[in-house]
């Protein structure tokens, strides 16, 4: 069995694939295969996650590259970016886990979320893609430019826009 327990550096060649939906890449223990059928014991630090395009270090040297698996998700589209901004309001009120692209937001599919999208004037598509949701504030900001700041805990600066 192939075990995993960190990250390694993005880029580079890589040996093997996991290709994962989003549920399981939000595990740090994690039994599985690659793409090639090797099995994967994954024994990550606690509350590590696993996004597309991260690579892995197994413990004998090989390096693991992880894809995220297209999924059932709704693609959320409005004519209106006010009203865009409005529905992702109202599903992040809900704690949903949200993707961001231009023009659109993209949810795991339910059909109870794809009715309050339409009632808000939004279109939800049905389709498969991979998923991969904003971390969240307190999520993981292994992708953010080596300028930005990984800020933690409760800012208490607030700034006011006219």
Same mark, same amino acid.
């Not at 939906?21 to 090639?36: D, F």
């Not at 059932?72 to 409005?78: D, G, I, K, N, R």
């Given at each position: 069995? !192939? @075990?995993?327990? #960190?990250? &390694?550096?993005? $880029? $580079? &060649?890589?040996? &093997? /694939? *996991? %290709? !994962?939906?989003? /549920? #399981?890449? #939000?595990?740090?223990? *994690?039994? @599985?295969? @690659? @793409? $090639?059928?090797e099995e994967v014991g994954l024994f990550l630090p606690r509350g590590q996650s696993l996004r597309h395009g991260d690579i892995l270090l197994a413990d004998d040297g090989r390096r693991v590259r992880v894809t995220a698996m297209p999924e &059932? %998700? !709704?693609? %959320?589209?409005?004519g209106d970016a006010l009203q865009l901004a409005r529905i992702a309001y109202h599903l992040g009120n809900r704690h949903v886990p949200l993707q961001l692209g231009q023009g659109w937001l993209r949810i795991a599919a339910d059909d109870v979320l794809r009715q309050m999208v339409e009632g808000l004037g939004g279109t939800a598509v049905p389709m498969q893609a991979p998923f991969e949701p904003e971390p969240g504030a307190y999520g993981s900001h292994a992708h953010a430019p080596p300028e930005a700041p990984a800020h933690r805990g409760i800012i208490h600066q607030y700034v006011s826009t006219p």
């Open positions: 069995m !192939l @075990t995993i327990q #960190q990250k &390694a550096r993005h $880029g $580079g &060649a890589w040996q &093997a /694939e *996991l %290709v !994962l939906p989003y /549920e #399981q890449r #939000q595990k740090c223990r *994690l039994r @599985t295969r @690659t @793409t $090639g059928g &059932a %998700v !709704l693609q %959320v589209e409005c």
